[in-house]
C-alpha cells in the first residue's frame, strides 16, 4: 500500500515541522518565564554605555534585589510603555528626557513617588504630581566649529543665529526630544505668535537636519555646518573616544535666553510594579550624592542634587546658577502635540 | 496555534485512484489551503493593530493626518527614493548576474559571492560608514548609493538563479539572427530573467520602504522618518499609525503593480538534457567590465570593510569582550535560526499555492504576505507589544514572540523563494507522481517540494541573515538580558563607543556571510 505509507512519510515531516517550529521556541525561552518574579524590571532610555556601570553600583546598593536592564531609545520605550499599558512589566522607567515621562503619567502609568524620595530635589526638578523626578539636568548649547566661527561671531541671543551670515550654516535634529522641548520652551516663553515668529525666520535659514544631536556634532566636527544647536553633554560622549584638543567643536553656553533652556533626564515608578518599595528604593539611588556624583563625573551631566560637583576631569562646564537659564517649569513642556502642529506649519519637522 | 493544523489534516484523502481525473486538479488541498492561510494571518496581524490605533482619533482625526501637505510631501519623497533604488537595482542586479553567469569575466565565481555580500551589511552599517567618510553624502543621492549597494543583491540572487536555469538556447537562436550583442542581452535575456528581477525588484522597493537606517543616518526625510519622529517627538501614535496604514496601501500597490509587470513570463523547463550556455565573449571591453564589477565591489562592500577597521584602530573604546561577543552570536544564531524556521513553515504552503494553484485567491494570499514588509521594524514592533502582552502575556520578551515577529516582518522574502522553486520544478514529474498512485499532499512532499529544496532553502537563509540585522522589533521583544548582536552594536553606537561596536559589526556581517555563500551555492546549481 505505497499511497498510505508516503501519507505516513508527509505527516512525519509535517510533525518533525512542526515541533521544530513551535515545541522548540517554549524550550529555548529559558527558565526566565516571563514575568518578574521578584524581579526588578528598569526600562532604560538612556544608553548601556552612559549608565551600565550606575547600574552596576544600583545593584551593590540594593543588595538582594534582582535587577534587570532593558535598553532602548527613550521615545520608543515611551511607544512600548504605552502599548503595555497596565501590563507592563516594566517597575521603572529611566528616561532620557521629561517629554516620555510626562507622557508616560499622562496615561496614568506612573504612580506617585513618596516625599521622603523627592526631598533632596527642588521643586522645579519633578513632576507638580509627583509622578516622576529628574535625575540630573542639561543645558541646551550652541555647538561649533572654533575653525569656522570667530568668537566673536558667537549668538548672545535667539535673535544672533536670525543673521544672513547662518544661513545654510546651522544644524538641528529635527526629531530629538530635546530639541523638540527648545521649541516648547520657546512658545511658554514668547508665545505662540512669538515663537512662530523666529521658527518662521529660522526655518528661511534653511538650517539642516540631523538624525540625532551626535550627527550634528559630527556635522560640525566635519564643517558640513558651522554650529547646531545641541545639549551640552554631547561634546563630551565624543571626546571620550577622540582627543577634545583635536577635536573641531566646542561649546557655547548662552544665558538668560531661550537658547540656554535647562532640562533633565528622569525617572518614574510604574502604577503597574509588583515592587513598589524596592523601585522606590532604586529611584532614592539614582538620587543618592554617589549616584550624582556619577552624572557630575562619568556623564558629563548637571546634578540635581545640591552640593555634588564634579572632581578631578578634564571637562570644565560653567555651574549650573552662571547659565540663568529661563523660568520655565518643566511640567510646562509637556504641550509637545502643539510643538509639533507649530513645527509642522513652519516646515521644521 | 499554526503549529496545530499541518497535523490534523494527515486526515486520510481519498484514494486519488477512485477520483474522476477532472476532480483531481480543481482546486488545492484542503490541508495547504489552511496552512497557508496561518501564515497570511500571521502578516497581516500589524494591519489589524493599525487599524485599531489609526482610528484612535476617530474618522477626522485620520483625515486630518492623512491630508496634511507634510503627509503627501514625504510620500512624493519616500516614492522617488523606493523607485529610483528599484531602478538602479534591477539594473545593476541583472547585469552583474549576467556578468557572472554568461560572459568571460575574470574571476566571476569570486565576483558570484562578492556581489551576494553586501545582503550582509545593516543599512544602518553602510550609512553610518558613508556619513562619517563622505560627510557631504547626506540627502537623495547619499541615501540612494546607500540603499542600492546594500539590496543589490535582492535582485543578482534570482536572476543568476534564474539565467542558471535556463540554457541560453533563445540568445543563440537571436544571435545566429544576426542581432547584437546589446540587443540580444536586452530583447531575450533580460525578458528571459525579467521575472526573477522583478520579483526581487519588489522586495527592494517593499525595503527601501520601510527602511530607517540609512535615511535618517543621510537625512534624507522619507515615510518611515515620519512614522520614527511622531512616536519619539510626541509620543503620539495616531499618526504614526496613520501613516502606516499609507505605506500598506503604497506596499499593496507595489505589490499589485509587480504581479503586472512579471507578466505571465513563467520558467520555461527545458527539455532533454540541459547544457551550459555558451559563453558571451565581453572582448575589448572586458577590463570595462572588470572596472565596472570592482567599482560595485569596492562601494558596497569595500567603504564599509574600510570604515570598521577605521573605528577600531582610531577609538578608545576599544577592546573585545569575548565572552560577551559569543553570547550576543549565539543568542543571534538561536533567534534568527528559529525565526528562519517558523518563517519558511509558514511560507511554504503560501509559495506551492502561489507557483502551483494559481487564481484570484491564491493570489490574494501571496500579496497579503508582503504588504506588511513596507512597515518600518518599529510599528511591527508595537503590534507585536500591544497583541503579545494582551494575548499571551506569558510569551512576552520571550524568544516565541521574537521568532513570529521576524515571521511577520520577513514572510515574504521566504514565499518568494518558494514560489520560484516551484514553479521552476516540472509540473510533469508531479504528474507522473500522481499517475502512480500519490495523493496531492503526497506529491508534494515527496516530489515537489524535493526538487524545489534548493529555492526553499535559498529563501530560509535570506530570512535568517535578514533576520541578524533587525534591530527596532527586537529592542522591544527580545528576552531581557538575552542581546543580539544588533543589539549590542546598537548599545555601543548610542554612547559613542564606535570602537568597542566594532567588533559586534564585523562578526554580524560575517555570521550574515554563511548564508549569503550558502544562498550563492544553492542558485548556482
Same mark, same amino acid.
Given at each position: 500500500?505505497?499511497?498510505?505509507?508516503?501519507?505516513?512519510?508527509?505527516?512525519?515531516?509535517?510533525?518533525?515541522?512542526?515541533?521544530?517550529?513551535?515545541?522548540?521556541?517554549?524550550?529555548?525561552?529559558? *527558565?526566565?518565564?516571563?514575568?518578574?518574579?521578584?524581579?526588578?524590571?528598569?526600562?532604560?532610555?538612556?544608553?548601556?554605555?552612559?549608565?551600565?556601570?550606575?547600574?552596576?553600583?544600583?545593584?551593590?546598593?540594593?543588595?538582594?534585589?534582582?535587577?534587570?536592564?532593558?535598553?532602548?531609545?527613550?521615545?520608543?520605550?515611551?511607544?512600548?510603555?504605552?502599548?503595555?499599558?497596565?501590563?507592563?512589566?516594566?517597575?521603572?522607567?529611566?528616561?532620557?528626557?521629561?517629554?516620555?515621562?510626562?507622557?508616560?503619567?499622562?496615561?496614568?502609568?506612573?504612580?506617585?513617588?513618596?516625599?521622603?524620595?523627592?526631598?533632596?530635589?527642588?521643586?522645579?526638578?519633578?513632576?507638580?504630581?509627583?509622578?516622576?523626578?529628574?535625575?540630573?539636568?542639561?543645558?541646551?548649547?550652541?555647538?561649533?566649529?572654533?575653525?569656522?566661527?570667530?568668537?566673536?561671531?558667537?549668538?548672545?541671543?535667539?535673535?544672533?543665529?536670525?543673521?544672513?551670515?547662518?544661513?545654510?550654516?546651522?544644524?538641528?535634529?529635527?526629531?530629538?526630544?530635546?530639541?523638540?522641548?527648545?521649541?516648547?520652551?520657546?512658545?511658554?516663553?514668547?508665545?505662540?505668535?512669538?515663537?512662530?515668529?523666529?521658527?518662521?525666520?529660522?526655518?528661511?535659514?534653511?538650517?539642516?537636519?540631523?538624525?540625532?544631536?551626535?550627527?550634528?556634532?559630527?556635522?560640525?566636527?566635519?564643517?558640513?555646518?558651522?554650529?547646531?544647536?545641541?545639549?551640552?553633554?554631547?561634546?563630551?560622549?565624543?571626546?571620550?573616544?577622540?582627543?577634545?584638543?583635536?577635536?573641531?567643536?566646542?561649546?557655547?553656553?548662552?544665558?538668560?535666553?531661550?537658547?540656554?533652556?535647562?532640562?533633565?533626564?528622569?525617572?518614574?515608578?510604574?502604577?503597574?510594579?509588583?515592587?513598589?518599595?524596592?523601585?522606590?528604593?532604586? *529611584?532614592?539611588?539614582?538620587?543618592?550624592?554617589?549616584?550624582?556624583?556619577?552624572?557630575?563625573?562619568?556623564?558629563?551631566?548637571?546634578?540635581?542634587?545640591?552640593?555634588?560637583?564634579?572632581?578631578?576631569?578634564?571637562?570644565?562646564?560653567?555651574?549650573?546658577?552662571?547659565?540663568?537659564?529661563?523660568?520655565?517649569?518643566?511640567?510646562?513642556?509637556?504641550?509637545?502635540?502643539?510643538?509639533?502642529?507649530?513645527?509642522?506649519?513652519?516646515?521644521?519637522? | 496555534?499554526?503549529?496545530?493544523?499541518?497535523?490534523?489534516?494527515?486526515?486520510?484523502?481519498?484514494?486519488?485512484?477512485?477520483?474522476?481525473?477532472?476532480?483531481?486538479?480543481? @482546486?488545492?488541498?484542503?490541508?495547504?489551503?489552511?496552512?497557508?492561510?496561518?501564515?497570511?494571518?500571521?502578516?497581516?496581524?500589524?494591519?489589524?493593530?493599525?487599524?485599531?490605533?489609526?482610528?484612535?482619533?476617530?474618522?477626522?482625526?485620520?483625515?486630518?493626518?492623512?491630508?496634511?501637505?507634510?503627509?503627501?510631501?514625504?510620500?512624493?519623497?519616500?516614492?522617488?527614493?523606493?523607485?529610483?533604488?528599484?531602478?538602479?537595482?534591477?539594473?545593476?542586479?541583472?547585469?552583474?548576474?549576467?556578468?557572472?553567469?554568461?560572459?568571460?569575466?575574470?574571476?566571476?565565481?569570486?565576483?558570484?559571492?562578492?556581489?551576494?555580500?553586501?545582503?550582509?551589511?545593516?543599512?544602518?552599517?553602510?550609512?553610518?560608514?558613508?556619513?562619517?567618510?563622505?560627510?557631504?553624502?547626506?540627502?537623495?543621492?547619499?541615501?540612494?548609493?546607500?540603499?542600492?549597494?546594500?539590496?543589490?543583491?535582492?535582485?543578482?540572487?534570482?536572476?543568476?538563479?534564474?539565467?542558471?536555469?535556463?540554457?541560453?538556447?533563445?540568445?543563440?537562436?537571436?544571435?545566429?539572427? !544576426?542581432?547584437?550583442?546589446?540587443?540580444?542581452?536586452?530583447?531575450?535575456?533580460?525578458?528571459?530573467?525579467?521575472?526573477?528581477?522583478?520579483? !526581487?525588484?519588489?522586495?527592494?522597493?517593499?525595503?527601501?520602504?520601510?527602511?530607517?537606517?540609512?535615511?535618517?543616518?543621510?537625512?534624507?526625510?522619507?515615510?518611515?522618518?515620519?512614522?520614527?519622529?511622531?512616536?519619539?517627538?510626541?509620543?503620539?501614535?495616531?499618526?504614526?499609525?496613520?501613516?502606516?496604514?499609507?505605506?500598506?496601501?503604497?506596499?499593496?500597490?507595489?505589490?499589485?503593480?509587480?504581479?503586472?509587470?512579471?507578466?505571465?513570463?513563467?520558467?520555461?523547463?527545458?527539455?532533454?538534457?540541459?547544457?551550459?550556455?555558451?559563453?558571451?565573449?565581453?572582448?575589448?571591453?572586458?577590463?570595462?567590465?572588470?572596472?565596472?564589477?570592482?567599482?560595485?565591489?569596492?562601494?558596497?562592500?569595500?567603504?564599509?570593510?574600510?570604515?570598521?577597521?577605521?573605528?577600531?584602530?582610531?577609538?578608545?573604546?576599544?577592546?573585545?569582550?569575548?565572552?560577551?561577543?559569543?553570547?550576543?552570536?549565539?543568542?543571534?544564531?538561536?533567534?534568527? !535560526?528559529?525565526?528562519?524556521?517558523?518563517?519558511?513553515?509558514?511560507?511554504?504552503?503560501?509559495?506551492?499555492?502561489?507557483?502551483?494553484?494559481? @487564481?484570484?485567491?491564491?493570489?490574494?494570499?501571496?500579496?497579503?504576505?508582503?504588504?506588511?514588509?513596507?512597515?518600518?521594524?518599529?510599528?511591527? !514592533?508595537?503590534?507585536?507589544?500591544?497583541?503579545?502582552?494582551?494575548?499571551?502575556?506569558?510569551?512576552?520578551?520571550?524568544?516565541?514572540?521574537?521568532?513570529?515577529?521576524?515571521?511577520?516582518?520577513?514572510?515574504?522574502?521566504?514565499?518568494?523563494?518558494?514560489?520560484?522553486?516551484?514553479?521552476?520544478?516540472?509540473?510533469?514529474?508531479?504528474?507522473?507522481?500522481?499517475?502512480?498512485?500519490?495523493?496531492?499532499?503526497?506529491?508534494?512532499?515527496?516530489?515537489?517540494?524535493?526538487?524545489?529544496?534548493?529555492?526553499?532553502?535559498?529563501?530560509?537563509?535570506?530570512?535568517?541573515?535578514?533576520?541578524?540585522?533587525?534591530?527596532?522589533?527586537?529592542?522591544?521583544?527580545?528576552?531581557?538580558?538575552?542581546?543580539?548582536?544588533?543589539?549590542?552594536?546598537?548599545?555601543?553606537?548610542?554612547?559613542?563607543?564606535?570602537?568597542?561596536?566594532?567588533?559586534?559589526?564585523?562578526?554580524?556581517?560575517?555570521?550574515?556571510?554563511?548564508?549569503?555563500?550558502?544562498?550563492?551555492?544553492?542558485?548556482?546549481?
Amino acid at each position: 500500500m505505497p499511497p498510505v505509507r508516503h501519507r505516513s512519510g508527509l505527516r512525519r515531516l509535517a510533525a518533525v515541522l512542526t515541533v521544530a517550529a513551535l515545541g522548540a521556541l517554549p524550550a529555548c525561552a529559558g *527558565a526566565g518565564g516571563g514575568q518578574d518574579d521578584g524581579v526588578l524590571t528598569i526600562y532604560s532610555g538612556r544608553s548601556e554605555g552612559l549608565v551600565g556601570p550606575l547600574i552596576e553600583q544600583l545593584r551593590t546598593s540594593l543588595g538582594g534585589t534582582e535587577i534587570e536592564v532593558r535598553y532602548g531609545s527613550t521615545g520608543e520605550m515611551a511607544a512600548q510603555l504605552l502599548e503595555e499599558g497596565t501590563d507592563t512589566p516594566a517597575d521603572l522607567f529611566f528616561s532620557q528626557d521629561a517629554g516620555a515621562l510626562g507622557a508616560v503619567a499622562a496615561a496614568g502609568l506612573l504612580a506617585p513617588l513618596p516625599a521622603e524620595v523627592l526631598a533632596p530635589v527642588p521643586p522645579r526638578y519633578r513632576a507638580a504630581d509627583s509622578s516622576w523626578v529628574a535625575t540630573s539636568a542639561r543645558a541646551r548649547v550652541v555647538a561649533y566649529n572654533p575653525t569656522l566661527v570667530a568668537e566673536a561671531d558667537l549668538p548672545t541671543s535667539l535673535e544672533d543665529l536670525l543673521d544672513p551670515k547662518w544661513k545654510g550654516k546651522l544644524g538641528y535634529p529635527p526629531s530629538n526630544a530635546s530639541w523638540l522641548s527648545f521649541v516648547t520652551g520657546l512658545r511658554v516663553i514668547r508665545g505662540e505668535d512669538g515663537a512662530r515668529q523666529w521658527l518662521t525666520a529660522f526655518a528661511a535659514q534653511e538650517p539642516q537636519r540631523f538624525e540625532n544631536n551626535v550627527a550634528v556634532i559630527d556635522g560640525i566636527a566635519a564643517g558640513t555646518v558651522s554650529a547646531g544647536l545641541v545639549n551640552h553633554y554631547y561634546l563630551y560622549e565624543k571626546t571620550r573616544e577622540i582627543d577634545p584638543a583635536t577635536f573641531p567643536v566646542r561649546n557655547h553656553y548662552v544665558p538668560g535666553d531661550p537658547l540656554g533652556l535647562v532640562n533633565v533626564a528622569g525617572v518614574g515608578v510604574t502604577a503597574a510594579s509588583d515592587d513598589p518599595a524596592a523601585a522606590q528604593r532604586a *529611584a532614592a539611588f539614582l538620587l543618592s550624592a554617589q549616584a550624582q556624583q556619577f552624572f557630575a563625573d562619568e556623564t558629563a551631566e548637571y546634578p540635581v542634587v545640591a552640593g555634588v560637583r564634579a572632581t578631578g576631569q578634564s571637562i570644565e562646564l560653567p555651574p549650573l546658577e552662571s547659565l540663568s537659564p529661563p523660568e520655565v517649569a518643566l511640567a510646562e513642556l509637556s504641550s509637545l502635540e502643539e510643538t509639533e502642529a507649530l513645527l509642522q506649519e513652519v516646515g521644521l519637522l | 496555534m499554526t503549529a496545530v493544523a499541518p497535523l490534523r489534516v494527515a486526515a486520510p484523502p481519498e484514494p486519488p485512484a477512485t477520483r474522476p481525473r477532472g476532480r483531481r486538479r480543481t @482546486g488545492a488541498p484542503r490541508l495547504l489551503v489552511a496552512w497557508g492561510a496561518v501564515g497570511g494571518l500571521v502578516a497581516v496581524v500589524p494591519l489589524g493593530y493599525l487599524l485599531v490605533r489609526a482610528l484612535d482619533g476617530g474618522p477626522a482625526g485620520f483625515l486630518d493626518v492623512l491630508l496634511r501637505p507634510r503627509t503627501a510631501e514625504l510620500l512624493a519623497r519616500s516614492v522617488a527614493l523606493a523607485g529610483a533604488v528599484t531602478a538602479a537595482c534591477i539594473v545593476i542586479g541583472f547585469l552583474a548576474a549576467w556578468l557572472v553567469v554568461r560572459t568571460d569575466l575574470p574571476w566571476r565565481r569570486g565576483f558570484g559571492v562578492l556581489f551576494a555580500l553586501p545582503l550582509a551589511v545593516p543599512s544602518y552599517v553602510a550609512g553610518f560608514t558613508w556619513i562619517s567618510e563622505v560627510p557631504g553624502s547626506a540627502g537623495f543621492w547619499g541615501a540612494f548609493v546607500v540603499l542600492v549597494s546594500v539590496s543589490f543583491p535582492y535582485v543578482f540572487l534570482p536572476v543568476v538563479a534564474s539565467l542558471r536555469a535556463t540554457d541560453g538556447a533563445l540568445e543563440e537562436v537571436a544571435r545566429s539572427l !544576426g542581432h547584437r550583442p546589446a540587443r540580444v542581452l536586452a530583447g531575450v535575456t533580460l525578458r528571459r530573467a525579467w521575472p526573477a528581477a522583478t520579483a !526581487g525588484g519588489l522586495l527592494v522597493a517593499l525595503y527601501v520602504l520601510s527602511d530607517f537606517g540609512a535615511v535618517s543616518l543621510m537625512r534624507y526625510d522619507t515615510f518611515t522618518l515620519g512614522i520614527y519622529t511622531s512616536y519619539r517627538g510626541t509620543f503620539n501614535r495616531t499618526p504614526a499609525a496613520v501613516l502606516g496604514c499609507v505605506l500598506v496601501a503604497l506596499a499593496a500597490l507595489v505589490t499589485w503593480g509587480e504581479k503586472r509587470a512579471r507578466g505571465r513570463a513563467a520558467h520555461r523547463v527545458a527539455r532533454g538534457t540541459p547544457r551550459p550556455a555558451a559563453v558571451v565573449a565581453l572582448g575589448r571591453a572586458r577590463p570595462l567590465w572588470l572596472a565596472a564589477a570592482v567599482g560595485v565591489v569596492a562601494v558596497s562592500l569595500g567603504v564599509p570593510a574600510y570604515s570598521l577597521t577605521h573605528w577600531m584602530l582610531v577609538g578608545s573604546s576599544f577592546g573585545i569582550d569575548l565572552a560577551d561577543l559569543g553570547a550576543a552570536a549565539a543568542v543571534t544564531l538561536q533567534v534568527a !535560526g528559529l525565526g528562519a524556521l517558523l518563517t519558511t513553515v509558514l511560507a511554504v504552503p503560501v509559495g506551492v499555492l502561489a507557483a502551483r494553484y494559481r @487564481g484570484r485567491a491564491t493570489a490574494t494570499l501571496e500579496s497579503a504576505t508582503y504588504v506588511a514588509h513596507a512597515l518600518p521594524g518599529i510599528t511591527v !514592533g508595537l503590534a507585536l507589544v500591544f497583541l503579545g502582552i494582551r494575548l499571551v502575556p506569558g510569551l512576552y520578551q520571550e524568544v516565541p514572540l521574537l521568532v513570529l515577529a521576524y515571521a511577520v516582518l520577513f514572510l515574504p522574502l521566504a514565499v518568494g523563494g518558494v514560489r520560484t522553486a516551484v514553479a521552476a520544478a516540472p509540473v510533469r514529474l508531479d504528474e507522473v507522481a500522481r499517475s502512480l498512485g500519490h495523493g496531492r499532499l503526497s506529491t508534494l512532499a515527496r516530489v515537489t517540494l524535493p526538487l524545489a529544496a534548493p529555492g526553499v532553502g535559498a529563501g530560509a537563509a535570506l530570512v535568517f541573515l535578514t533576520a541578524t540585522k533587525e534591530l527596532p522589533a527586537t529592542l522591544m521583544l527580545h528576552p531581557t538580558g538575552a542581546d543580539t548582536l544588533a543589539v549590542r552594536l546598537w548599545s555601543h553606537t548610542g554612547a559613542g563607543q564606535f570602537a568597542a561596536a566594532a567588533p559586534y559589526a564585523i562578526v554580524l556581517v560575517a555570521l550574515a556571510a554563511v548564508p549569503v555563500v550558502l544562498l550563492h551555492r544553492a542558485v548556482r546549481r
